[in-house]
């Protein structure tokens, strides 16, 4: 009769063993449950889900008020950005066959738009000559010369997110 009573106590005791680490696991599982629940609802004692939500809710609205705030100023900048000097060409050429080097350039300035200027700058033995051309929409109401043209168009390609 000691061995069955033995053998029974055992079990009862293995049972209560896998019974304690099933609770001890439970309450680790309970314990991070907890924790995630207070870090949503961060509100008090009384926090219910209805403030947790008018709180969530109130910071999306300021969250969209200032998205919406910084996408008007990103079109304010991005219009007044058309109207800076976006696109540069340089074209360094000898102007005359009786100087050395290429010390004559046409330097083309332009905006978004094709708006802007082309300077040329001709370097001679005796002088140096500087024009300056206003450019409209990639056209130039006066006469441009070849290197002013490959400068225009230098200018043109190195435009940024142009259609």
Known sequence: MDTALLIWVVALTIL?????VWVLDLQARLRRLQRRYESVFTGGED?????????????????TARTERLVARAEQIDATLAHTVQGVGLVRFRAFQDTG????????????EGNGVVISALYGRDATRIYAKPVQNWLSPKAL???????????????????
């Open 101 to 112: 080097g290429d010390q004559s350039f046409a330097l083309a300035l332009a905006d978004g």
């Open 145 to 163: 010369s070849e290197e002013e043209k490959q400068a225009l168009a230098q200018a043109r390609q190195t435009i940024v997110g142009r259609d």
């Open 16 to 20: 209560v063993i896998v019974g304690i």
């Open 47 to 63: 926090a219910s889900l209805t403030v947790a939500l008018e709180g969530l809710a109130s910071r999306l609205a300021e969250t």
